[in-house]
């Protein structure tokens, strides 16, 4: 069974804009299946920006409606205590900074869901986290990319060409 090109672009979104996968997915299976590195970096980088806006649109408008669902309210509390933990400190010294700092570690629960979620209930400014998010998510795309293309390359010292 072949992949068409449109399922490999759907799934490179899909896993770009997922809380668990982000870049970390999307860029190293966009690679892995034809789509080149300077396609997939910017096209999963972009959508995942796209976190940002929709998650923050989310916390002001949905989220106060499903916070009166129990299994919601006890995942939720569970998952803001998660990113309050884990962004306290960098946003107390840095700021906005300290949220680009925590995106852009391309590491299992950083990213921009968690930066943004973290922002959030640490009280910065949408203004603030918006700018700071996409300057996490670029140099996390940027960190992914780099370590996919390397790697690739490194794994060629390996595999002889036919």
């Known amino acids: 069974m072949s992949v068409t090109p449109f399922t490999v672009w759907f799934f490179t979104a899909l896993l770009s804009f997922l809380p ?5 997915g999307a860029i190293p299976f966009a690679m892995a299946n034809g789509i ?9 980088a972009g959508l995942n920006a796209l976190v940002a806006p929709v998650c923050w649109i989310f916390l002001s408008t949905l989220h106060k409606l499903f916070l009166k669902m129990l299994w919601y309210r006890r995942f939720f509390d569970r998952f803001v205590e998660r990113a309050r933990t884990k962004l306290r400190g960098g ?15 391309p590491l299992p629960m950083t990213g921009a869901w968690t930066g943004t979620l973290g922002a959030w209930v640490l ?10 998010v996409i300057l996490g998510v670029t140099v996390a795309g940027a960190i992914v990319t780099a370590l996919v293309v390397l790697g690739v390359k490194a794994a060629g010292i390996f ?3 036919l």
């Open 91 to 105: 946003v107390e010294k840095w700021g906005w900074l300290g949220v680009a700092a925590f995106v852009a570690l």
């Open 36 to 44: 080149p590195w300077y396609w997939a970096y910017p096209f999963a």
């Open 20 to 24: 668990i996968s982000e870049l970390r």
């Open 123 to 132: 009280g910065l400014s949408k203004r603030r986290t918006l700018p700071a």
């Open 159 to 161: 595999v002889k060409e």
